[in-house]
T-cell receptor
Framework: KAGVTQTPRYLIKTRGQQVTLSCSPI?????VSWYQQTPGQGLQFLFE???????NKGNFPGRFSGRQFSNSRSEMNVSTLELGDSALYLC?????????????FGPGTRLTVT | AQSVTQPDIHITVSEGASLELRCNYS??????LFWYVQSPGQGLQLLLK??????LVQGIKGFEAEFKRSQSSFNLRKPSVHWSDAAEYFC??????????????FGQGTILTVHP
């Protein structure tokens, strides 16, 4: 079974631009969570989607948004990029039938804002 | 709110030595606990998890962890470290109830360096 895939793996953007990151979950997984990882703040939860609905959101400004499609693939968008948005963005998928709520992580997208 | 503390930012051990990485959590109910490992530039790989049952859990790569409710701890151990274990290790807790869907709360991580 293929793992979680994220595209692109690396991205360089300029301040003020917007960016869209993509995540394809493991087949059959309907929950997708997004995390931001920075050296200063560590791993922080952005949001979670299940069946095209956002069920949970972390403490990030409205510039960070996401969506999920009917095939469970998810995208996150960051508008008006700031230097502080430079980070590794990780997505994770899980199966609603899994009693242990294990999340499987993708390799991440490294975003650099200049 | 739930929280996770990993007191050691950086640990250095010699290859073949034993290892213990500490993790303390703050959570009202029985937590779902996880240990993940991350190699540079990579995503997170699950080492082991606890959500019920035996408080000593076995994971991959020879790792184990013990859940101690009285101490709110979930320490990771390995009897003999290999050079390939050098990485960053994260402890995490998940709130399976309420509206905290899909949210893992992570500790700050412990960087493990292994000397030959």
């Amino acid at each position: 079974k293929a793992g979680v895939t994220q595209t692109p793996r690396y991205l360089i953007k300029t301040r003020g631009q917007q960016v869209t990151l993509s995540c394809s979950p493991i087949s059959g997984h309907r929950s997708v969570s997004w995390y931001q990882q920075t050296p200063g703040q560590g791993l922080q939860f952005l949001f979670e989607y299940f069946s095209e609905t956002q069920r949970n959101k972390g403490n990030f400004p409205g510039r960070f948004s996401g969506r999920q499609f009917s095939n469970s693939r998810s995208e996150m968008n960051v508008s008006t990029l700031e230097l502080g948005d430079s980070a590794l963005y990780l997505c994770a998928s899980s199966s609603p039938r899994a009693l242990d709520y294990e999340q499987y992580f993708g390799p991440g997208t490294r975003l650099t804002v200049t | 709110a739930q929280s996770v503390t990993q007191p050691d930012i950086h640990i250095t051990v010699s290859e073949g030595a034993s290892l213990e990485l500490r993790c303390n959590y703050s959570y009202g109910a029985t937590p779902y606990l996880f240990w993940y490992v991350q190699s540079p530039g990579q995503g997170l790989q699950l080492l082991l998890k606890y959500f019920s049952g035996d408080t000593l859990v076995q994971g991959i790569k020879g790792f184990e962890a013990e859940f101690k409710r009285s101490q709110s701890s979930f320490n990771l151990r390995k009897p003999s470290v290999h050079w390939s274990d050098a990485a960053e290790y994260f402890c995490a807790v998940l709130n399976a109830g309420g509206t905290s869907y899909g949210k893992l709360t992570f500790g700050q991580g412990t960087i493990l360096t292994v000397h030959p």
